[in-house]
């Protein structure tokens, strides 16, 4: 099984941690991982605030250096759901405007092999008990584009429930977005920020010292917001959590 | 080039930017609790209603397809609509835009001698101003739906598709009512208080003057069925039945995307429509009506077809999906953003998720306000979820916002054009393309990374210009000392490099 | 060019490229996407354009006896604060003079075909439907009764065509109390789809599914705006004896 890390341009550049808790978790669980370091950006933020052709570039990157593996796996239900549901739509676009099928089939290419962390854990693997410990108490964010794009469901919990130690805690309104939603949050900043507000105080109100969730781009938000609110609740990515055991809690 | 009307006295030029309205708006703090109040309280009901359809998910596929069938047949199916309407005793008349509807309204009300009509909610005439219009022409027009009716005696807009006055608690209500009914006819019994069935029985005193005495109606209509040119209103307090059976004269204006090809068609869209909206099993009153019928309901019937930019949006490939929405309000109630910007900041009979892929493909792109609509939405997809005919909105979204910021070929007022990028983007769009140009090299990443990495002590916790806007609510992360790609370099170098 | 011509000529312009596309993407995984679907020159014989809807959503929700249906149309109605009553022949009489009666109704208005012994044991004076009563005359009268064209269990709904024992649409709109006798189990159907193959789409037709309400201030359901304020449905079986007498509100 050649298992392909696409780490995330947010995660590569601010949250290192989150990529070495999947090489760590993955490689405990005796899958052999590959960065190929020519891995850039799915082109999600291009595309979704409206640059659709400067996001096909990165599409037919994203295809190139992920050739030949079988699996991509990536720690951002986000970017996934980029790959899944607007490769299609670029190449689509494409070809409807004439320009050929190269970008139709670059994307058909890469979405049956790319999967989110906890769909690869839980799908491919065929785990829920991954054997991690994590002495915290903790309650789970479902992110927008993993609860609704990906239907990511029960998965992210699931595997959760199974950690030593771990104290999950339920969060109020869990399917409320948190307001992050890419440049939404800067240029709605005023309703990113409420809707933030109100997510933080969901989180605060559980008792929690961590909240988790499978996309750090929600998290910088998230984190932000509780960090500006003096809030003692850090947030986690689920990878964190997962790859922690008795010796090293990360 | 005339403007489309949307049901807005400003004209969409004038009104502000979506997120400059709503930075008003989610500071007021009584707004945000009714809203939140209203949109809550709605939300589980419509979970249990659709829950207790074990086939929900193949009614809104049938639903969509229904629609996108129509849609593409539309010019025969319209064609069909005239015919049997006109069989049945109706008279069909077709407006291109707002403009045109309007003056057909108001000369048929003018032949009939009356200065006044009722009117049954709708949003096509609040889409086209038509009591505006109606008002210049020296006709006055009375809204009869409770909330239409806590509206227009507020002098105030309506902020949501079925609950026009979501935006007002009961006590505003009650205000509203003790102060401004006596104006426009019987006044607000002694000592109203704001218990919701009192309010709804002084709204039925106000009213049922006006429903004895009207002659003429103007209505919407839900469904326009092809085949047999039967239209439906669904409605729940009686004042649609009162205004499309009492008067002698009933003018319905109806949005051409409004038709179904057959009878059997009801049998999806009936179920669709009260859970997604209301949250019932059924509304408490369904009307259809086939032209007219002797010696009951109205001797004359008129239905004026509206385009007014819709067979603009109809040419979209990605956008005419907007045309199978069915007017229900799901979406609004489900949208974080509709909730703490309310309805008002959409600048438009439309507001919430489908107003914002609505307005711009109606009325175009051009103003401040209509350019910044497409981005009202965190794409979050709690639309797209509970949406009874399946509107991508969040892909409709994202296809209007490179209508603004790449501009291209679009249909407008009929006519193919090529439009060009809108303003006020330029420093975006050159960051986007440098962070694509790095995206696509990426040793340039890295060398942004390493910079990043080594300036990380100077970096400020409030950044200036438009990093503003994010540091205002929110810190920012802390820059690591190593990227990922330099620690996968660092500790296991030769691997994974393919 | 009238505003006929310019509406369908810019309709068919912008379906210019739906030769090879669908209008609109459909859900994913919908019916719309599953193709098939011809192409904008595909028609029907007789001209009419085939739709190509995958209508394999449930006919019914649920399998039921007669009874189970009546049954369930009485709990529906009941939810929405319809108030239900169960009778026969013999009965009906005693119990529409009782409800009436309760009500305290003076006047009550009658469709042409209502049943002349339905009335027979009521001390109201029946105001008959022509086409002379105005909406005015029948805001004087507290109530109407009529029978209905058919009744849907799953969503509480009587439907109305003005037929016989109908009367005109505003009979059963202008007063605040209605009366509704339903046939059971023969004018019960258990769907939605079912009462709509049933009903002529020509016939004027008022759906009730409980009293008049609104959901407009801060979207809660309160009872009561300008429709009948009360609606008692009386379920009227051929045999069976009432399992209660009808109880005054």
């Known amino acids: 099984m050649r298992v392909a890390l696409f780490v995330t341009c947010v995660n590569d550049t601010l949250y290192p941690r989150t990529g070495q808790a999947v090489v760590t978790l993955l490689e405990r669980l005796g899958v052999e991982v590959d960065f190929p370091a020519a891995q850039t950006c799915c082109g999600q933020p291009q595309y979704n605030t409206g640059y659709r052709h400067e996001s096909e570039p990165l599409l037919r990157h994203y295809a190139e250096v992920f050739a030949g593996y079988d699996h991509i796996v990536t720690p951002s239900g986000s970017c996934v759901a980029m790959v899944r549901d607007n490769y299609p739509r670029l190449g689509a676009r494409a070809r ?114 961590v909240v988790c969730t499978v996309d750090n781009s929600c998290q910088t938000h998230i984190g932000g917001t509780l960090s500006r609110r003096g809030s003692a609740v850090r947030p986690v990515h689920l990878a964190e959590i997962l790859a922690s055991t008795e010796g090293r809690v990360l | ?140 027009a009375y809204e009869t739906d409770l909330a239409e009716l806590i509206v227009q ?76 040119g039967t239209l439906v209103v669904v409605e729940s307090e009686g004042n649609g039945r009162m205004c499309l059976t009492l008067p002698e004269t009933l003018i319905s204006v109806v949005g051409i995307e409004k038709v179904i090809p057959s009878w059997r068609d009801l049998e999806v869209f009936l179920q669709l429509l009260p859970r997604s909206s209301t949250a019932e099993r059924m509304n408490p009153y369904t009307s259809m009506w086939t032209g007219v019928t002797d010696d009951d309901g109205p001797a004359a019937f008129h239905l004026v077809l509206l385009d007014n930019g819709r067979t603009d949006a109809l040419a979209d490939q990605v956008g005419r999906q907007a045309l199978r929405c069915i007017r229900c309000s799901a979406c609004l109630n489900v949208c974080p953003v509709y909730e703490r910007a309310g309805g008002h900041a959409y600048g438009s009979a439309y507001p919430g998720p489908i107003g914002a892929i609505l307005t711009p493909q109606l009325r175009g792109t051009v103003s401040a ?61 050159a960051a986007m393309r440098a962070a694509r140009w790095a995206f696509e090299h990426p040793r340039a990443l890295r060398a942004g990374q390493r910079l990043a990495s080594r300036t990380r002590a100077l970096h400020p916790r409030r950044l200036p210009g438009p990093g503003r806007a994010w540091t205002r609510s929110r810190d920012l992360p802390e820059v690591p000392a190593e990227s990922f790609r330099d620690w996968w370099q660092r500790t296991r170098g030769d691997r994974g490099t393919a | 060019m009238s505003g006929r011509e310019r509406i369908l000529g810019r309709v068919r312009r912008a379906l210019a490229d739906v030769g090879e596309e669908h209008p609109g993407a459909a859900a994913r995984g919908g019916a719309a996407h599953a193709g098939g679907e011809p192409g904008r020159d595909g028609t029907a014989p007789g001209g009419a354009p085939r739709d190509g809807v995958a209508r394999d959503y449930l006919r019914v929700h649920g399998e039921r006896t007669a009874a189970e249906r009546v049954g369930l149309l009485a709990t529906h109605l009941a939810d929405y604060r319809a108030h239900v009553h169960r009778t026969d022949a013999a009965g009906l009489p005693g119990t529409l003079a009782a409800l009436l009666a309760a009500r305290g109704a003076r006047r009550v208005a009658v469709p042409e075909g209502l049943p002349a012994d339905w009335l027979s044991a009521s ?20 109530s109407v009764v009529t029978g209905c064209a058919v009744a849907i269990a799953e969503t509480g709904t009587l439907v109305l065509d003005a037929g016989p024992g109908q009367g005109r649409r505003q009979l059963t709109l202008v007063p605040d109390h209605h009366v509704c006798v339903v046939h059971v189990p023969e004018q019960v159907v258990d769907s939605l789809p079912q009462a709509l193959e049933r009903l002529v789409p020509h016939r004027p037709l008022t759906w009730i599914s409980g009293p008049s309400a609104t959901s407009d201030i801060e979207l809660s359901r309160v009872e009561g705006v300008h429709g009948p304020r009360a609606l008692d449905v009386v379920l009227l079986s051929a045999d069976a004896s009432p399992t209660a007498p009808p109880s005054p509100r």
């Open chain 1, 96 to 209: 409807a405007e004439g320009r050929g099928g190269a970008l139709a089939e670059a994307a058909a290419s890469v979405v049956p092999r790319t999967y989110e962390l906890t769909e690869f854990l839980v799908d491919v693997l065929g785990v829920t008990d991954v054997g991690a410990y994590y002495p915290h108490t903790v309650t789970y964010h479902p992110t927008c584009h993993g609860l609704r794009m990906l239907g990511l469901g029960d998965r992210p919990l699931a595997l959760l429930r199974q950690v030593r130690g771990l104290r999950l805690v339920e969060l109020a309104g869990a399917d409320e977005c948190c307001g992050f939603g890419g440049t939404f949050a800067v240029k709605n900043a005023a309703v990113s920020a409420a809707m933030g507000a109100d997510k933080a105080r969901a989180i605060d109100a559980t008792g929690a010292d």
């Open chain 2, 1 to 140: 080039m005339t403007r489309i009307h949307l049901g807005m006295p400003a004209p969409p030029g004038a009104a502000p930017a979506f997120p400059d309205a709503a930075e008003h708006s989610t500071r007021d703090t009584t707004l945000r609790n009714n809203l939140r109040h209203a949109t809550h309280t709605i939300r589980a009901k419509r979970a249990a209603a659709v829950a207790e359809l074990a086939d929900w998910g193949e009614l809104r596929a049938a639903g969509a397809a229904i629609k996108d069938h129509t849609l593409r047949h539309l010019d025969h199916y319209l064609e069909q609509v005239e015919a049997a309407v006109t069989a049945a005793g109706g008279q069909v008349h077709w407006a291109v835009d707002a403009a045109e509807a309007n003056a057909i309204v108001t000369r048929l009300v003018r032949e009939t001698g009356e200065r006044e009509v009722v009117k049954v909610k709708s949003m096509a005439t609040q889409e086209i101003g038509l009591n505006e219009a109606l008002a210049a022409a020296g006709i006055t």
């Open chain 2, 153 to 228: 005696l507020g002098q105030d807009l309506p902020s949501h598709i079925l609950v026009p006055a979501i935006h007002r608690n009961r006590a505003e209500i009650r205000d509203i009512f003790r102060t401004q009914m006596s104006r426009w006819g019987r006044p607000a019994p002694a000592g109203l208080t704001d218990e919701p069935a009192e309010l709804a029985e002084a709204a039925r005193l106000h009213l049922r003057e006006k429903f004895l005495s009207a002659k003429v109606a103007v209505s919407g209509a839900n469904f326009v069925v092809a085949e047999t």
């Open chain 2, 369 to 429: 306000l209509d350019a910044s609509l497409p981005y009202a939405s965190s794409l979050c997809g709690a639309c797209y979820e509970v949406c009874p005919v399946a509107i991508d909105i969040p892909e409709v979204l994202v296809r209007l916002r490179e209508r603004v910021v790449e501009g291209g070929p679009v249909t407008v007022r009929g006519t193919r054009a090529v439009i060009r990028p809108a303003r006020g983007h330029a420093a975006e769009r």
């Open chain 3, 123 to 142: 001390a109201a004076t029946p105001v008959p439907d022509t086409p002379a009563l105005t909406a005015r005359d029948l805001d004087a009268v507290d």
